[in-house]
């Protein structure tokens, strides 16, 4: 269905009797809300944010998903923040960090002042007590555990200081102690049962509190008072301006377009690319960025015959118009990849010189390789069709459709199958493709070693008999220094395109949609979102 | 005394058939959910959002969870709790499936009651006046309603109802469970297929009445028209619409979980949606035992009323049938 929307000012101000119709908005009293982005904050209001997905849990430790994320970021403060703009790792409440020269162990010095929001302080042995209970969690701390890998001891130096020592280089770690997941929660917390804690019975350390969460219809967070501690990348530091942020579950999309155009909700990342449009103009603001981390990739199965072939996967690399691909099917933001890397993510570099639309090339690898054109068009070798499979669920879902016609005019046959995410997550662990789909966000370029090599978490490419490549990825893993490590991420991911090890296609972004009143709502440095500065103009 | 022996004898054997469904029911839903690819340790670590899938952590997830037992040994444990009605802990959440299903249960009974009472109403009044109207492309009209009613899709009405009262007469909230008023549009879109549903029954059931031979004596005694189809008709096309109550309800329950998804409402659906997509195997249990259970109660409820409210139909022919 579509929306034909006369949007006239008279309406606008209708939008705000319905502001108040709903039970959950606070009395807003501007028919005109056009307030300027530089006006000044003020403190109070609550702010309506539609989600589309409940994954049941919104403990900071445990989740992994981008709309419960939302949530949880909020509750926490972190060792260290991420600079969304430089990717550079800063001081928050350890005041001093220090990393040792093979990355094996980091040392933080804790701010003297900062304290949880049941009164505890923020010192030495509660990062330890944090640390040790997501370890505890294990599989239900998918994230978190995975950062922690090859964790050796936690030494408490003294009640500002604490080392955290691995057993293998792991200079991810520092990152890592910047996001949600790493953030830190009360040491009462850790004795609270993993269900529990779901529910969203734990105690945080960030500038806002749980009020009362239900799943399947949403979170109510309430502003901390005595919050003092905001990062040095906020635009303010104090307490939050915001009352309450309620989180509403809305999974059906057309529901989450009407409830923002008619003032129901007051912001969602969940819109429409086909219904972007409707948000154009004074009522209301979007805002955009890249997820930082691995692209929108064809992962080839290179434990088959037909894909351990280099030439086979640089052809299918070749045969992709990446442009194409985003000009004809996705919004004006979002862009063709020109890395296996997202270009939001720290130690990025454009390689479109070496990613190249090829269709000819690709033609003359797969002649080169003994794979001829059929009477059908697609191409065989022995009697055999260079024909692959792919299930995936990814939306908008025509991208891989056009993949599909891309690579037919090279003689390759792609068949898709559109599946339910449980679908595609059990054949991707039980590595039952030629080609899987899909991105990982983090913001380091450590998720090249997560999902390229052949002793990733991941291991996309299914490869066995490690290569020049995880050299370079594991190397990058033990650099510090910033200017080493960007030259080997460097040489890394220009292998990754050169060897057809990454196949890539475009760059997830997140947009934020929201009404012009609601304001100083952005993007951490993961792309998820930060409430902190946000506030309701009035 | 023979009587008595035979209606005995009849609610043991339906009694007896409840269970057989119930625990069809179950054991069906347990095998599909397990043919299915994927299971709740996958999912779970998966987290469904482009994150990374860890095969040891899957693994070590699967042992917590006991899905790395053999099926037989999964289903017969699980079975022989269910006996005692407790249906596990959701995999998803820890939390017992029976307290999540009871949580779930109030807001989509508050639903389903008041579009059932909307869709009796609707249909009745449908299939009234498409028999009463006195011109015939007005009945034509109406008797076309029914069947285009039942076959639209449910989150089409309520996108279309959201769009009309709620976006723009902003007469009705988009979403939640707070108040009456986020009850009327959800209602009413489940009352739209399953009134027509009703409409269709009565229609067929009032047309055949009306060809019966007392028919034409009651119209030789000079009753009018609306005498004769609301005074005598109705009352007994409405009887054999009852046995259809087990399909009206299934209806409504299946209107509750595509509603509850559109307007964003707690409920059954919903939860048995997300139980779903997570392969939270004893929650779809849980929730798909208790649906069987509304059916069979209702079916037998309809099954010991109908004779007593139809003097004509028999026990033996009745107990025939049900066999």
């Known amino acids: 269905m579509s929306f034909t929307r006369p949007r006239t000012a008279a309406l606008a101000a209708i939008g705000v009797v319905a502001l108040t119709l709903t039970a959950c ?59 969304p703009e430089t990717g550079e790792i800063l001081p928050w409440l350890a005041s001093d960090f220090e990393v040792n020269d093979d990355a094996t162990s980091f040392t933080f010095t804790l701010q003297d002042g900062p304290a949880y929001a049941d009164g505890e302080p923020i010192d030495a042995a509660s990062v330890k007590t944090n640390f040790e209970a997501i370890q505890a969690l294990g599989a239900k701390a998918t994230l978190g555990s995975s950062y922690l890998a090859d964790l050796e001891s936690i030494d408490v130096v003294d009640d500002q200081t604490v080392t955290i020592n691995f057993s293998e280089p792991n200079a991810q770690f520092l990152q890592a102690t ?15 049962s993993q269900a529990d804690r779901c529910l969203g019975n734990f105690v945080g350390s960030g500038p806002f509190s749980v009020q009362s969460y239900t799943p399947n219809e949403g979170a109510v967070l309430e502003r901390r008072e005595g919050y003092e501690w905001g990062p040095s990348t906020a635009g303010h530091t104090g307490e939050a301006y915001l009352d309450t942020i309620t989180y509403k579950v809305v999974p059906e999309s057309g529901n989450r377009t009407g409830s923002l155009q008619s003032g129901q909700i007051d912001a969602t990342t969940g819109i429409a690319t086909a219904d972007a449009v409707l948000f154009e103009g004074d009522d209301f603001w979007s805002l955009n960025r890249a997820n930082p981390g691995s ?119 792609l068949q898709l199958t559109f599946a339910s995410i449980a679908d595609v997550t059990a054949a991707n662990a039980d590595g039952t493709y030629d080609f899987s789909y899909g991105n990982l966000t983090r913001a380091d370029p450590d998720v090249l070693r997560t999902v390229f090599s052949v ?77 902190y500065d946000a506030w309701i103009a009035e | 005394m023979r009587d008595e022996i035979m209606w005995g004898r009849y609610i043991a054997r339906r009694i007896g058939q409840g269970v057989i469904v119930l625990w069809a029911a179950y054991t069906i839903s347990f095998l599909i959910l397990y043919l299915l690819p994927g299971d709740a340790a996958t999912l779970f670590a998966g987290g469904g959002d482009q994150e990374a899938v860890d095969p040891e952590l899957v693994a070590q997830l699967r042992s917590e969870l006991g899905l790395d037992r053999p099926l037989w040994e999964q289903y017969l444990v699980a079975l022989g709790k269910a006996l005692t009605g407790d249906f596990g802990v959701s995999t998803q959440t820890g939390r017992p499936a029976s307290d999540l299903l009871l949580e779930s249960l109030p807001p989509t009974l508050a639903l389903t009651a008041f579009a059932f009472v909307l869709s009796v109403v609707f249909g009745i009044v449908l299939a009234l006046s498409a028999s009463l109207a006195r011109a015939q492309w007005l009945r034509n009209l109406l008797s076309s309603l029914p069947p285009l009613g039942v076959s639209i899709p449910v989150f089409w009405i309520g996108l279309l109802l959201l769009q009309a009262f709620s976006f723009r007469l902003r007469l009705f909230p988009s979403m939640g469970n707070e108040g009456f008023e986020s009850l009327v549009l959800p209602a009413i879109t489940i009352a739209i297929p399953s009134g027509a549903f009703i409409a269709q029954l009565l229609s067929r059931s009032l047309r055949s009445t009306l060809a019966q031979p007392y028919v034409e004596i009651v119209r030789a005694k000079g009753a009018s028209e609306r005498r004769v189809q609301l005074g005598h ?49 004893p929650v779809v249990q849980a929730v798909v035992v208790f649906a069987a259970l509304v059916f069979v109660v209702a079916n037998l409820v309809v099954d010991l009323v109908y004779p007593l409210i139809d003097r004509r139909i028999t026990l033996a022919r009745t107990a025939f049938v049900a066999a």
């Open chain 2, 233 to 281: 008709a109705f009352r007994n096309a409405a009887i054999p619409s009852l046995t259809m109550v087990g399909v009206l309800i299934g209806g409504l329950l299946s209107g509750a979980v595509v509603t509850e998804t559109v307007f964003s409402r707690l409920g059954i659906g919903r939860l048995v949606v997300t139980a779903v997509n997570n392969r939270d195997v």
């Open chain 1, 178 to 192: 910047s996001t949600f997941t790493l953030g830190l929660l009360s040491p009462a917390t850790a004795a609270v």
């Open chain 1, 25 to 83: 908005a606070t009395g807003a009293g501007d028919p005109a809300p056009t307030a300027s982005a530089e006006a000044e904050p003020v403190t109070g209001g609550n702010l309506t944010f539609a989600i589309s997905v409940d994954s049941q849990c919104i403990d900071p430790q445990q989740v992994g998903n981008n709309d419960a994320i939302a949530i949880a970021r909020q509750t926490v403060a972190s060792l260290t923040i991420q600079d």
């Open chain 1, 455 to 531: 002793d990733g978490t991941n291991n996309a490419t299914k490869r066995t008999e490690p290569a020049e490549i995880d050299e370079l990825l594991d190397e990058q893993a033990a650099i510090i220094d910033p200017a080493e490590r960007q030259k080997v991420v460097d040489e890394a991911a220009e292998l990754l395109i050169t060897g057809g090890y990454s196949i890539p296609i475009y760059q997830l972004s997140t947009t934020i949609t929201a009404a012009s009143k609601v304001q100083g709502l952005t993007f951490e440095a993961s792309s998820r979102l930060d409430f």
């Open chain 1, 295 to 413: 692209v929108y990739n064809l992962y080839a199965n290179q434990s088959t015959e037909k894909l351990a072939d280099e030439n086979v996967r640089l052809a299918i690399q070749k045969g992709i118009d990446r442009e194409q691909i985003t000009a004809t099917l996705l919004g004006p933001d979002d862009l063709p990849a020109v890395s296996p890397l997202a270009s939001s993510t720290p130690y990025f570099t454009d390689l479109s010189d070496v990613l190249e639309y090829d269709p000819e090339a690709a033609a003359d690898l797969l002649e080169e390789s003994g794979w001829t054109e059929g009477d059908d068009g697609i191409r065989e070798k022995d009697g055999e069709k260079l024909s692959f499979h792919v299930t995936y669920w990814q939306s908008p879902k025509e991208v891989l459709e056009l993949v599909q016609q891309q690579l037919r005019q090279i003689g390759v046959d």
